[in-house]
């Protein structure tokens, strides 16, 4: 949206600094000096090249209003000028007030930010070339475009594409250096179509302050508009530009390469697990620290390590160390590989069904093509997990992993209708979780003191080929056994493809069930643990037979939901990211399943929003969703964000937040809670002790910048 200066510039008392020069374009040194690099906002809208050969009705109809100089979008304010016969007409969809939100840009300007929608949802960006429209033709298209933007101080003057600007308190300038194109909008309104540019420090930096800004403008008085935004055009140009995160990642370029990068970055991931995670693998804590003594000592000898790489390893160590949580981990998703061929073996299967699991756990770290894949890979993973016994097995195996990772919890989570016994009979599912529940404890009491807590949720599935009626089943289910054992933790989970019409609200019933029992609790009526309610929304970028992703985030939200699995598209509207942080919800983040096994799930952006949850300080948990049919383990989520250039998150306080919010918000029960709480604490002291107690080793001095690197980062 550009912008132009219309009104009257803001009465100051101020002396306000002007550069004194006019800038004459994008290319002006003081404009590259002082820009920083943003991305857009997906945003889609509608175009149309206008046919001015209409009647003035006809143009009237499209939202037009004739004026002496032309035609006009009614929106004045930001496009003051008449459209031209070369612009391309842009409805934004409806504002506020219900009216259609009209603007208009070049044909060139289009070219260079609109790309087709169905190309876009498919995770391919195809720019709209404005020649190839016809006119009056109307055409879907999604803004997507990384661009720049600086501010100038009060009073500088700017040729810009809309003409000649003196910029006013609450402008900012926004620029296309190779097309030597400036616009001025309000930064109300860049805030809306931009985020920061998640590869770039100082770009979060600068978002951080525009935001504030925009925050203190609304209590400022009038006159006190000019001091605010000369303080933040002051505090704009005093930030550090230089340092840019590990290079090559995210910097302007094709969602191909972007793709590219994310691939090359797991890679990098995968042999930093085979290199470290193998390494540091004990049970215990106490031996884990010493392992990561000794690795961390290899790697700062290690001379042909660059900087750079021994950065990211030596972050690499402190993630594995770091006391986590996993609470978003499907039960048969993430069978270890050695206890899966172990039960396909008991049940006899053939070489080659045991090669096609081989091959389904290679496959999952490679990604999926899409999501009938995925499901066909969680098929053949899943067919070896069918008795009571695979199950003890599957749990068993699920928490001796969780545990060498470091984990302080972990959730099961299955589906409990429809399992068989040896001979084949359906299981009652009353059965079916008591052997579940029977082989948690199991598995815990034989790991000791430094197994995690566990919870059970019940998950129900929404798939086209379920019965629906099985997903209030397992929230009737939820109710049963928090009566009948209130202490411990239970919580109930949807999850399957969205986009089938059982959209959350669908299975209210369950949810009400639920409520009730809480609410019994919460009045003190009945003793006993609340049940967590989680739901998966906004994976996809549609639900409900194409409705938008966000609003299956909305609808989990009503429904009372806890946390939210993956979430990914709230990013896509301001109002679904407020109702969620106002909400309290944390949100289940599965980095790899998003973006390496599914790209399409974040519209292959291949950048993870989690940066935005971030910077809207919205609670985070990181987990793995399928361990096995992702080919991914907690440790490498961690890592995956380090490598791609989320900094943020990898800034180690973040770090300690996701993981101290999962424990946070993980459904185990209150007192295993403030134990877990506790463990973590007096962990996260040892690890940064670690670093710190090798004081009078020059060569450790190494980590101790890596860590103060760590904590700058953002
Ligand atoms: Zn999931």
Request: with cysteine; net charge negative.
């Amino acid at each position: 949206m550009t912008t132009k200066d219309i009104e009257k510039p803001i009465p100051s008392n101020h002396e306000v600094e002007s550069v004194g020069v006019k800038i004459e374009g994008a290319k002006d040194q003081v404009i590259r000096e002082r820009k920083l690099s943003m991305m857009s906002r997906p945003n889609e809208i509608k175009a149309m090249i206008p046919n001015f050969d209409l009647s003035d009705d006809e143009l009237i109809v499209l939202g037009l209003e004739k004026e002496d100089d032309g035609w006009h979008v009614p929106n004045r304010q930001y496009f003051p000028n008449p459209i031209s016969k070369d612009s391309v007409l842009i409805n934004y969809g409806r504002k506020e007030d219900g009216t259609i939100d009209l603007g208009f840009c070049s044909q060139d300007e289009f070219a260079k930010i609109y790309a087709h929608t169905d190309q876009y949802k498919q995770g391919k960006i195809t720019y709209i070339n404005p020649v190839e429209i016809k006119k009056g033709e109307i055409i879907d298209a999604t803004k997507c475009a990384t661009g720049e933007f600086t501010l100038m101080p009060e009073g500088t003057q700017i040729k810009t594409n809309e003409g000649d600007v003196t910029v006013r308190p609450g402008q900012i300038l926004i620029i296309n250096e190779n097309k030597n194109s400036v616009f001025a909008s309000d930064i109300s309104e860049m805030l809306k179509r931009y985020v920061a540019d998640p590869m770039n420090p100082a770009s979060k930096k600068a978002f951080e302050l525009l935001r504030s800004f925009e925050e203190q403008k609304k209590t400022a008085k009038p006159e006190e508009l000019a001091e605010l935004f000369n303080k933040l055009v002051s505090e704009y140009n005093g930030i550090e530009r230089k340092s840019k995160v590990y290079k090559s990642y995210f910097a302007e370029t094709d969602i191909e390469t972007l793709r590219d990068d994310f691939k090359h970055a797991a890679e990098v991931v995968k042999e930093l697990d085979r290199e470290i995670s193998t390494r540091i693998n004990s049970m215990d804590f106490g031996s884990r620290v010493e392992e990561a003594r000794v690795v961390l000592r290899e790697i700062i000898a290690d001379t042909k390590n660059t900087p750079e790489q021994e950065n990211i390893k030596i972050s690499y160590v402190l993630a594995r160390l770091l006391p986590k949580t996993n609470n978003h981990q499907h039960l048969k998703g993430s069978v270890p590989m050695e206890t899966l061929l172990e039960r396909a073996r008991i049940h006899k299967f053939s070489e080659e069904q045991i090669a096609a699991i081989k091959n389904a756990y290679t496959n999952g770290e490679d990604g999926f093509e899409n999501l009938d894949a995925f499901n066909k890979a969680y098929e053949t993973i899943g067919s070896a997990i069918r008795t009571p016994e695979d199950y003890q097995a599957a749990v068993k195996g699920v928490i001796e992993e969780a545990t060498r990772a470091g984990q302080l919890t972990t959730e099961i989570r299955c589906s409990v209708i429809g399992q068989r016994d040896d001979s084949g009979n359906t299981l009652d599912p009353h059965v079916a979780t008591e052997n579940i529940l029977e082989a948690m404890e199991k598995s815990r009491a034989d790991i000791g003191e430094e197994a995690p807590k566990v919870g059970f949720t019940f998950l129900g599935y929404r798939g086209r080929d379920w019965k629906p009626e099985e997903v209030i089943e397992h929230a009737k289910l939820a109710v049963e056994f928090a009566q009948k054992y209130p202490d411990k933790k239970f919580s109930f989970d949807i999850a399957g493809p969205e986009d089938t019409g059982y959209n959350p609200a669908h299975f209210k019933e369950g949810f009400d069930l639920i409520k009730e029992y809480n609410n019994k609790i919460k009045s003190g009526e009945i003793k006993g643990e609340l049940i967590g309610v989680t739901i998966h929304a906004g994976e996809t970028p549609t639900y409900n037979e194409g409705k938008r992703g966000n609003e299956s985030i909305e609808e989990a939200l009503e429904m009372g939901a806890n946390r939210i699995g993956h979430g990914v598209q709230a990013v896509s509207n301001l109002e679904t990211l407020d109702h969620l942080k106002k909400s309290g919800a944390t949100v289940e983040i599965c980095g790899v399943c998003n973006i390496s096994s599914i790209p399409l799930n974040t519209r292959g952006m291949a950048i993870h929003p989690v940066q935005e949850f971030i910077n809207q300080e919205i609670p985070i948990t990181i987990c793995t969703d399928n361990d096995a049919i992702c080919g991914t383990n907690i440790t490498k989520e961690y890592a995956q964000f380090l490598l791609t250039g989320h900094s943020e998150l990898m800034n180690w306080n973040n770090v300690k937040e996701a993981a101290k919010n999962g424990i946070k918000s993980s459904f185990i029960s209150d007192r295993d809670k403030e134990q877990a709480l506790k463990v973590f604490n007096e962990r996260i002291r040892i690890i940064e002790r670690l670093v710190t107690e090798e004081r009078d080793n020059v060569e450790i001095e190494k980590i101790r910048e890596a860590l103060k690197n760590m904590k700058e980062a953002a």
